[in-house]
Each structure stands twice: as C-alpha cells, then as structure tokens.
C-alpha cells in the first residue's frame, strides 16, 4: 500500500503516521519492520521500494521526500529513465510492504507541491494522497478539531472558550495539543475547560508579544533575555510557532494598510480595530523587507532544527540576528 501525505501541518501528518504505524506495524517486530528514510536517492530508493516480503509481518517505511518537489539544498532529481523504473517497481510492491512518502511544508510557507512534476503525478496515481494544510484562526475546522482533541482526553469545552483558547494561543496544533494536557492536570478530577484555567494555566501569546515587540525594534539583547526567560516553561519550537504566527499577521497588516483604513483591515482579518490601530503605530517606520527578512529567519531556525542542521541550544544565536 503506498501513501503521500504534503503539507504545512506537520503535527497532523505526524498524528497519521503514528495511527499508521500501529495499524500496520506488529508491535513486536517495530525495531526491524518500521523504517525512516530521509530523501533516499534512486539507487536506495529502489532497494526500499523493492523491500521483499518478510515472515514476520507487514513493513512501513516512511520516506521523507521534500528534496523531490522543491529547490533545497541537495535536491533529488530523477530522469525519465528513472521515473519509469519506479512507476514500474510501485506496481507490483508486496503486499506486506507499505510506503508513506512525506512532503513537509515549513508553516507560514507559501510553498506548494507542483502538481505538473512527474513524480507528484506517479505518487497521485498510485498513493491514497493526503493534503495537511496549516489552519487559520476563523477557520471552522480549527476549532473542530480543538472540540475533538478536548473530547479525546475526556475534557468538556465551551464554543466560546474554544474561540477564547484560540486567541490566547494561536494555530499551531502541537502547542494546543501540549496546552490542552497541562489543562487536563490542572482541572482534575472536573472534565470542564473555564476560560479562566486557560487564563491561569496556559502560556500566554501575549508573553511572546513582548518578544515580538523587541524583535520589531531590533532590540537584540532584550530579545535574548526575553526568549532565554519564555524557554524556561515553554518549548522552544512552541516559541518560534507563535512568533511566525505574530509575523506573519503584521506583514499582512503592513501589506493591507496600503489601501486599506484600520477598520477595513481589522474586518478583512476578523480583528479588534484597536488592536490593528496599535500594530499600525508600530509598523510606520518598520520596512517591509524587514519584516520579511525576519519571517524567512523564523522559518529557516525551526526547519533546521526539526531536519536535525541546528541544535537547541543555538537558537538564541539565530534569534539574536533577525532583521
């Protein structure tokens, strides 16, 4: 059975591959017949492709495949040949054998897979494919998929506390999931979620705001100290999650205030004017570019540390350069 899963949310892509996996996998067998590969080049390629049936189950091999589809760093390209090989070997994989090729997309990217790629139309035409698309904040589907984690773990929410909790935290799903358990502790042995618990209990965006203020003004070493104070309760890949999100918005915002008054942009955004009014101030002598160059800085520190290229302990170094 073969798979492509693409897209910007990753924690979603890695909830389907973790419900995969012990679909498939006998758990007794996980070491030897569970396999990640990273951007495997044509010759390795076929030889997991071509994988033979094994007597002690099924095999899943998941194969993170980003190099195919876009222009990195060490980009995997196949011929015509190639591709004709691999088309030629997906048709008659064993049954036993199971392949998940991931594309991850960096969230707030404007990448998209190019559906006209050879490849992309041999994994279309062979593969149950899958599209795990980063959610906005008025998006129903967020919110329904909050009131699905929150009934997972046995906890009662309000539609207004979840729109509360969106606020407060933003659209990154693995810091929701993360929040969500720390209010399922604090709220024991009661199952209701109350705005105030989240008030109490999760770490608020507007910490990071202050963060993001210092960044904006290229206050480097107040930047520092505030990060360096935020990772003591915080994940940092919580951190950078919401700094892209608040970056994001502003360049939306800076973009927008072009053509369009306060109240215009607070009303395409679904935002308080007043708070539009107050990133409108900060914005007036901030460039575009400047903002840009941070949101690509943003990107490229969280990419890096999740393909393994920059430990933890050098983010405050990357932090400290942005703009």
Same mark, same amino acid.
């Given at each position: ?173 693995? #810091?929701?999931? =993360?929040?969500? &358990? ?7 042995? $009661?199952?209701? +979620? !109350? @705005? ?61 205030? #072009?053509?369009? =008054?306060?109240? &215009? ?7 308080? $004017?007043?708070? +539009? !009014? @107050? ?45």
């Amino acid at each position: 059975m073969l798979y492509f899963y693409h897209g910007q949310e990753d924690y979603n892509i890695e909830l389907e591959l973790q419900k995969l996996r012990s679909k498939v996998v006998d758990k007794s067998f996980e070491s030897t017949n569970y396999r990640v590969y990273d951007n495997p080049k044509f010759p390795e390629l076929m030889d997991v492709l071509r994988t033979p049936s094994l007597m002690f189950g099924n095999v899943l091999a998941v194969i993170n495949c980003e190099k195919y589809f876009f222009d990195t760093k060490g980009k995997v390209n196949f011929d015509d040949k190639e591709l004709k090989q691999i088309e030629e070997t997906l048709q008659t994989m064993p049954e036993s054998l199971h392949i998940a090729f991931v594309c991850r997309i960096e969230r707030e990217s404007t990448k998209k897979i190019d559906t006209r790629r050879k490849i992309f139309k041999i994994f279309s035409k062979y593969a149950s494919v899958t599209e795990f698309p980063e959610f906005k904040p008025y998006q129903k589907e967020l919110a329904a998929w909050i009131q699905k984690q929150v009934k997972k773990k046995d906890l009662i929410m309000s539609y207004d506390t979840v729109q509360f909790f969106i606020e407060r935290l933003g659209t990154n799903l693995r #810091v929701i999931d =993360n929040e969500l &358990e720390k209010l399922k502790l604090a709220v024991y042995p $009661e199952k209701m +979620v !109350k @705005k105030e618990h989240i008030q109490n209990i999760c770490t608020s965006t507007e910490d990071i705001f202050v963060l993001t203020d210092y960044i904006l003004k290229g206050q480097k070493d107040m930047a520092l100290l505030e990060f360096n104070k935020l990772c003591t309760n915080k994940h940092y890949l919580e951190i950078l999650a919401v700094l892209q999100t608040n970056f994001s918005r502003l360049a939306a915002i800076k973009v927008d205030s #072009v053509d369009k =008054n306060s109240f &215009e942009i607070a009303s395409k955004h679904r935002m308080n $004017e007043f708070i +539009v !009014k @107050k990133q409108l101030e900060k914005l007036r002598n901030v460039p575009m570019d400047r903002i840009i160059k941070i949101r690509k800085n943003l990107l490229e520190a969280e990419y890096r540390v999740k393909t393994g290229e920059m430990a933890f302990y050098e983010l405050p170094v990357e932090l400290g350069i942005l703009g």
